[in-house]
């Protein structure tokens, strides 16, 4: 029995599924990504050398088409176009072959950017159907990974709870750019700056507060007439 009878050939998904190097790991905070919290992932370009390196390059092929596409708006007034496209990855092996699909999208202030990364997304995630970059959607890329938590989002879901509110359509923050799930444009955090500012440009308070302060068996004339006027109390917007 020869030397290369007694090994095993390692299997197509095997070769497909190894670690990526990792030069290939790209991570991305959430101010960038601004979806409330840092993302990690691999790079476009190494998913396609892992398919060029075990299927050789007439081994794969990829096709997609458009299955919605649509224009918009920010809430601050920037206009966007959001696409979503269906991404299909055929392999051949010794005239067999086998595809995946699956669905990506972007979102952009460009058309071409918007289409682009709906694809690259619908890409990544149907190459890890055989197992290529399959980590960056177990999670394991890194030791210390966990998945984000509502406290990573700018916004507290607990609050809609407990006023009885349902949370609204996730939003940009037209301030700080993050994504929130409030009922109002600014998230709660650049709500609060804006309701404090307003408030230290506010004239003090002169109302008498001194119980004791009688003036003739009645309220201070100062208390009477500050005291009639009904100040509106401003909602909180989460």
Same mark, same amino acid.
């Given at each position: 029995?020869?030397?290369?009878?007694?090994?095993?050939?390692?299997?197509?998904?095997?070769?497909?599924?190894?670690?990526?190097?990792?030069?290939?790991?790209?991570?991305? =905070? =959430?101010?960038? $990504? /601004?979806?409330?919290?840092? $993302?990690?992932?691999?790079?476009?370009?190494?998913?396609?050398?892992?398919?060029?390196?075990?299927?050789?390059?007439?081994?794969?092929?990829?096709?997609?088409?458009?299955?919605?596409?649509?224009?918009?708006?920010?809430?601050?007034?920037?206009?966007?176009?959001?696409?979503?496209?269906?991404?299909?990855?055929?392999?051949?092996?010794?005239?067999?072959?086998?595809?995946?699909?699956?669905?990506?999208?972007?979102?952009?202030?460009?058309?071409?950017?918007?289409?682009?990364?709906?694809?690259?997304?619908?890409?990544?995630?149907?190459?890890?159907?055989?197992?290529?970059?399959?980590?960056?959607?177990?999670?394991?890329?890194?030791?210390?990974?966990?998945?984000?938590?509502?406290?990573?989002?700018?916004?507290?879901?607990?609050?809609?709870?407990?006023?009885? /509110?349902?949370?609204? $359509?996730?939003?940009?923050?037209?301030?700080?750019?993050?994504?929130?799930?409030?009922?109002?444009?600014?998230?709660?955090?650049?709500?609060?700056?804006?309701?404090?500012? $307003?408030?230290?440009?506010?004239?003090?308070?002169?109302?008498?507060?001194?119980?004791?302060?009688?003036?003739?068996?009645?309220?201070?004339?100062?208390?009477?007439?500050?005291?009639?006027?009904?100040?509106?109390?401003?909602?909180?917007?989460?």
């Amino acid at each position: 029995m020869t030397k290369e009878t007694t090994q095993q050939k390692p299997s197509l998904y095997s070769l497909l599924s190894a670690d990526l190097p990792e030069e290939a790991v790209e991570r991305a =905070k =959430k101010e960038i $990504t /601004r979806k409330g919290y840092d $993302t990690t992932g691999y790079q476009y370009q190494y998913i396609v050398n892992r398919l060029n390196d075990v299927m050789g390059v007439f081994g794969w092929s990829y096709e997609y088409s458009i299955v919605k596409e649509f224009k918009g708006a920010f809430p601050n007034g920037t206009q966007f176009y959001d696409v979503t496209v269906e991404v299909k990855i055929i392999l051949t092996e010794n005239e067999t072959t086998i595809s995946r699909v699956c669905i990506g999208g972007h979102r952009s202030v460009t058309y071409a950017d918007a289409l682009k990364g709906s694809i690259t997304n619908g890409f990544k995630k149907t190459a890890a159907f055989f197992g290529v970059g399959k980590k960056a959607y177990e999670g394991t890329i890194d030791d210390d990974y966990r998945a984000p938590s509502s406290n990573d989002i700018q916004y507290s879901s607990i609050n809609n709870v407990e006023q009885g /509110r349902e949370a609204s $359509t996730s939003q940009i923050c037209p301030i700080c750019q993050i994504a929130h799930n409030g009922r109002y444009p600014k998230c709660l955090e650049c709500w609060k700056k804006t309701k404090q500012s $307003t408030d230290n440009q506010k004239a003090p308070d002169t109302r008498n507060t001194d119980p004791f302060n009688w003036n003739g068996g009645g309220i201070s004339d100062n208390t009477k007439k500050t005291t009639t006027t009904d100040t509106p109390i401003e909602e909180i917007p989460f």
